[in-house]
């Protein structure tokens, strides 16, 4: 069932690095070449090909037999709210402690008792020079224990101070392995070759499908798994249309993207850039490409709290299972437009998938995604889609189990639909 495979795949990706290494063992089962940046890239009409940039971020591409007509993009993003470990710390009454700072906006409250472990990628010194290896402490290691109610435990998000309250527990003082001993062990590499790392906490409680009638999904990480997931399916199930099909999976997105793999960089462009010039398209010919292409950009969104009804727009109030999520913003934090929207409409009537829309309460502020940053590099029709959930950024998050089909099936039909430009608007084929 759809909904296993995606919590095998979110429990399979505890962290950004993880993610795009499994969405590459799928693309290299679906016979795609892997490319790499420091080298000239050999290109051919019919190919399949994909290119990793920092090791989390990841853009794959099928180019159709003869020369594309537009380019179709679904991009979501691999890394989601959590901690990255700077340091191990001084013993204090007995207990070693994690030095950590927080990554994203989590909701801090969430990470306390429940078991943690450590997963992200060292820098190996080797006699050739520096190599990269991923390392997943693959069990029970550390807990956030909370303060007892009795002592005053604050219990409201932003009140919990990351330096002083939230450092994991690894050991006790008497414990002769170190943190550094732990990623050596299961890099099965020296310690004295570990050079740098990036390593982050992550929830080992498994996902779980619960409700009356099995209606809901709990993981870690559903945003932004949920939509990796779903657009790599989609991917390469759907039809050759004469399309350049394009699928971008990004890191950084929870803070902000400003890194070289992030939605903000040029990774995007420069990839579509070699493309051009290795199929021998010109600078013209691809810029008048552009109005007949467009950007899915996938990522998740908001359902209304029934416990909280307040807190969500009178009147777009989007539900569990609901069906594929429009989202908006005036101020342009989204980048759905009326004719983008019309075309996401379109596709979910086609694929017979429901939809439904998002507003944020005119009063509070909402977040921003893939696609305006995107649009700031290549600029095309896109619109800003998700599923919905609740307890986003949690350490455990819940979701829809029937919206991540939804959410295939329409990304299937839009990937297998061509759209061109009109003189005065769109046409889907």
């Known amino acids: 069932m759809i909904k296993i495979e995606l919590l095998d795949f979110i429990k399979r990706s505890p962290s950004p690095y993880h993610a795009v290494r499994n969405v590459c063992v799928s693309l290299d089962g679906a016979g795609f070449k892997r490319l790499y940046e420091h080298d000239i890239w050999d290109i051919e ?47 204090v009454n007995g207990l070693v402690r994690l030095n950590v700072e927080g990554y994203g906006g989590m909701a801090k409250e969430s990470w306390f008792d429940r078991p943690l472990s450590a997963a ?34 604050p219990r409201e998000n932003g009140k919990v101070n990351t330096q002083t309250e939230l450092l994991p527990v690894l050991c006790t003082e008497e414990t002769k392995k170190s943190f550094p001993d732990l990623l050596s062990e299961y890099a099965g590499v020296r310690i004295e070759d570990i050079e740098g790392f990036d390593i982050y906490l992550y929830n080992r409680e498994s996902g779980t499908v619960f409700g009356a009638d099995n209606e809901f999904i709990a993981s870690p990480r559903i945003d932004n798994l949920e939509s990796v997931y779903a657009s790599v399916k989609a991917f390469l199930n759907s039809e050759e249309n004469g399309m350049l099909k394009v699928l971008a999976a990004f890191n950084n997105e929870e803070t902000g993207s400003l890194t070289r793999q992030g939605a903000e960089s040029t990774f995007f462009a420069d990839t579509l850039d070699r493309i051009n010039e290795a199929l021998g398209i010109s600078r013209s010919e691809y ?11 996938v990522d998740n969104a908001h359902a209304a709290h029934p416990n909280y009804i307040g807190k969500a727009d009178p009147v777009s109030r989007p539900r569990l299972n609901g069906g594929v999520v429009i989202k908006y913003n005036a101020s342009g934090r989204y980048t759905t437009d009326a004719v983008s929207a019309a075309v996401v409409k379109r596709l979910c009537k086609k694929a017979g998938v429901p939809f439904q829309e998002f507003h944020n309460r005119s009063d509070i502020a909402g977040g921003s995604t893939l696609g305006n940053l995107m649009n700031r590099h290549i600029s095309v029709h896109s619109a800003d889609i998700g599923l919905a959930q609740l307890a986003m950024h949690s350490a455990y998050e819940t979701a829809g189990a029937k919206d991540v089909l939804y959410m295939e099936r329409f990304l299937t039909e839009f990937y297998g639909t061509r759209i061109t430009s009109e003189n005065n608007g769109l046409k889907l084929i």
């Not at 080797?126 to 303060?147: A, N």
């Open 287 to 297: 810029l008048a490409l552009l109005p007949s292409s467009f950007i899915m950009s």
């Open 120 to 153: 992200g990628r060292i820098a190996v010194g080797t006699d050739k020079g520096i190599e990269y290896k991923l390392v997943d402490i693959d069990r029970d290691l550390m807990m956030i224990p909370s303060l007892a109610v009795h002592m005053g435990a």
């Open 45 to 91: 009409n019919g190919g399949k090909y994909y290119v990793v940039r920092g090791g989390s971020s990841i853009i794959a591409f099928s180019v159709p037999p003869a020369r594309f007509c537009g380019i179709a993009v679904c991009a979501s993003h691999t890394d989601s709210p959590s901690f990255k470990i700077k340091s191990e710390l001084p013993p």
